[in-house]
């Protein structure tokens, strides 16, 4: 039998995607080595503690928490044994929000009682660049160095490329301008490491909440520009909502406090005469539109 539990813990832990159990309170039992390479968080660090403590803090698109709530799979699944797929997007150990599909089954008793749940995750990411692309990039300076998307280069090549594509086929496109709210203030709170850090952080959380077709760059300091493919205005402010709520749901742990911060966003979408300086100083004015209309919020015209 050890031998065998031997057997099953050595497959699980080479599998690719995280796998976890609970048991009927929701407490841990187990935490694989995919389960930590995709969350950054050790064995030894989840093992005990309930998934309801909120570890992973899994929330949808529009940011609505789930372990705290009825909305957890997990405990949907203890509760009505029954096995479901679901997406979220849960907390990495670095802070960013990572995209996940989720299935939950039951683990039954011989006499078919309910006694745990496994969760089997994987990453829902859309677009992650390759190491060889990020060398590529690197290597004709279009890659942002710190927050690893593409610098203000390449975010201007992407827009006369959309712009001309859609002036000889019609394609719509939209961008979004996104300024990091009071980023000073965690500079001079935390110093400039700290700060650096939230960059990647939120870098990263934009970038894993996209389509794949879709790009963020480094505009500059705490400034991105998304560009967004085959959109109406309606359908940019949904993205636009999407970022927002990812964003403000990034943290990172700092000796015990919790550093988040929000983003201000101004979105507009690109109509015939427009260039990149027009279309960028358009979505520029709306984002200072919802700074003062109270910050972490999409103003989209």
Same mark, same amino acid.
């Given at each position: 039998m050890q031998l065998e539990d031997g057997f099953y813990k050595a497959l699980l832990d080479n599998l690719y995607d995280g796998v976890y159990f609970v048991d009927a309170d929701r407490c841990i039992t187990y935490w694989n080595r995919g389960a930590e390479r995709l969350t950054g968080y050790s064995s030894e660090e989840v093992f005990g503690r309930h998934c309801r403590e909120n570890i992973l803090e899994h929330v949808d698109e529009r940011g609505n928490r789930l372990c705290e709530t009825s909305l957890c799979p997990a405990a949907k699944t203890l509760a009505d044994g029954i096995a479901r797929e679901e997406e979220a997007y849960l907390h990495h150990r670095e802070g960013h929000r990572l995209?996940?599909?989720?299935?939950?089954?039951?683990?039954?008793?011989?006499?078919? =009682?309910?006694?745990?749940?496994?969760?089997?995750?994987?990453?829902?990411?859309?677009?992650?660049?390759?190491?060889?692309?990020?060398?590529? @990039? $690197?290597?004709?300076? @279009? @890659?942002?160095?710190?927050? !690893?998307?593409? =610098?203000?280069?390449?975010?201007?090549?992407?827009?006369?490329?959309?712009?001309? !594509?859609?002036?000889?086929?019609?394609?719509?496109?939209?961008?979004?301008?996104?300024?990091?709210?009071?980023?000073?203030?965690? =500079?001079?709170?935390?110093?400039? $490491?700290?700060?650096?850090?939230?960059?990647?952080?939120?870098?990263?959380?934009?970038?894993?909440?996209?389509?794949?077709?879709?790009?963020?760059?480094?505009?500059?300091?705490?400034?991105?520009?998304?560009?967004?493919?085959?959109?109406?205005?309606?359908?940019?402010?949904?993205?636009?909502?999407k970022l927002c709520a990812m964003v403000e749901h990034s943290s990172l742990d700092l000796n015990g406090e919790r550093v988040s911060v929000t983003v201000s966003i101004g979105g507009t979408v690109a109509v015939p005469g427009d260039d990149p300086s027009s279309l960028v100083r358009r979505a520029d004015e709306l984002m200072y539109e919802s700074k003062r209309a109270g910050r972490n919020r999409v103003t989209v015209g």
């Open positions: 995209p996940v599909a989720i299935r939950v089954a039951p683990i039954k008793d011989p006499g078919g =009682n309910v006694i745990g749940a496994v969760e089997v995750f994987s990453d829902n990411t859309p677009r992650v660049l390759s190491k060889q692309t990020i060398e590529e @990039l $690197q290597r004709i300076a @279009l @890659l942002d160095p710190l927050t !690893e998307v593409g =610098n203000r280069r390449f975010a201007e090549m992407n827009l006369k490329f959309r712009l001309a !594509e859609q002036e000889r086929y019609g394609w719509s496109f939209g961008v979004l301008f996104i300024d990091i709210d009071r980023f000073k203030e965690v =500079n001079d709170k935390y110093g400039h $490491q700290t700060g650096d850090e939230v960059l990647r952080m939120t870098a990263r959380s934009l970038s894993h909440s996209l389509r794949s077709f879709d790009v963020v760059s480094r505009w500059g300091g705490e400034e991105f520009l998304a560009v967004i493919v085959n959109v109406d205005r309606g359908k940019l402010m949904g993205v636009g909502d």
